[in-house]
C-alpha cells in the first residue's frame, strides 16, 4: 500500500504561474523526499526533507513539512513548460532487513503550457 | 560518479513467453538494489529489492522473480509472461542509509501481447 497519496493527481497552469502539490502520509517519518519524473523516463530525486525541519529551498523549489498534520507540499515558482513531468513524494521507513525503505505516492502529473 | 543502466529500453512480447530484464549499477558497492513496477499515469510499486549478493526480498507474490549474481547486477525474470505483466520496469539503487535518497534506471517498457 501506498504510505504518501499526492494531491491533485493532475494540474495544469501556464507557464510562469507557481505549482503547488500536496502530500499527506500515514504513519511518523524520518524523511521525505520529493522526485520528478519525465515522462517515460526514471525518476530524480529533487529534495529531501528531515522531520526535524518545516521548510527547504531549493533554487525555484519550496518544500513545507507539517508533522503534526503528516503532510507536505511541494511549491514550482514561476514554472515553465520544461517542468512538465510527474511529482512523487516518497517518505521512509527503517527495515531491519534492508534498511531505509521509501514508499511512493501516486503522484502529481503537471502539465505546464506555454 | 554513480551510473545505473537498464536494457532493454523497450519489449514486445507474447504471452506465455519467458523475460529477463537486467539492470547495472556502477560507481558503488555493495549498494541495496530495487526493482519496481509502474503501470500508465500511476505511481510505483515495489517488486523486489536485495541487500546483498544472492538476497532478494519479494513485496508482490507473482509469476516474477529477481536474482543478483553479482554485487551491482540485477536481474528481474519470469518464465511465462501474462498480459498483465505490461508495464514500465524501474530498477534503482540506494545505500540503505537514513535519509539516503534513491538513484533510477531509465525504466524498460514492456508491452505483452
Known amino acids: 500500500s501506498q504510505q504518501g497519496e499526492e494531491d491533485p493527481q493532475a494540474l495544469s497552469i501556464q507557464e510562469g504561474e507557481n505549482a503547488t502539490m500536496n502530500c499527506s502520509y500515514k504513519t511518523s517519518i524520518n524523511n521525505l523526499q520529493w522526485y520528478r519524473q519525465n515522462s517515460g523516463r526514471g525518476l530524480v530525486h529533487l529534495i529531501l526533507?528531515?522531520?526535524?525541519?518545516r521548510e527547504k529551498h531549493s533554487g525555484r523549489l519550496r518544500v513545507t513539512l507539517d508533522t503534526s498534520k503528516k503532510s507536505s507540499s511541494l511549491l514550482i515558482t514561476a514554472s515553465r513548460a520544461a517542468d512538465t513531468a510527474s511529482y512523487f513524494c516518497a517518505t521512509d521507513a527503517w527495515d531491519n532487513n534492508a534498511g531505509n525503505m521509501l514508499t511512493f505516492g501516486g503522484g502529481t502529473r503537471l502539465m505546464v503550457k506555454p | 560518479s554513480q551510473t545505473i543502466h537498464q536494457w532493454p529500453a523497450t519489449l514486445v512480447q507474447p504471452v506465455g513467453s519467458p523475460l529477463s530484464l537486467e539492470c547495472t549499477v556502477e560507481?558503488?558497492?555493495?549498494?541495496?538494489l530495487y526493482w519496481y513496477r509502474q503501470a500508465a499515469g500511476r505511481g510505483l510499486q515495489l517488486l523486489f529489492y536485495s541487500v546483498g549478493i544472492g538476497q532478494i526480498s519479494s513485496e508482490v507474490p507473482q509469476n516474477l522473480s529477481a536474482s543478483r549474481p553479482q554485487d551491482r547486477q540485477f536481474i528481474l525474470s519470469s518464465k511465462k509472461l501474462l498480459l498483465s505483466d505490461s508495464g514500465f520496469y524501474l530498477c534503482?539503487?540506494?545505500?540503505?542509509?537514513?535519509?539516503?535518497?534513491?538513484?533510477f534506471g531509465p525504466g524498460t517498457r514492456l508491452t505483452v501481447l
Open positions: 526533507i528531515r522531520s526535524n525541519e
Open positions: 534503482a539503487w540506494s545505500k540503505g542509509r537514513w535519509g539516503a535518497s534513491m538513484y
Open positions: 560507481g558503488t558497492s555493495n549498494p541495496n
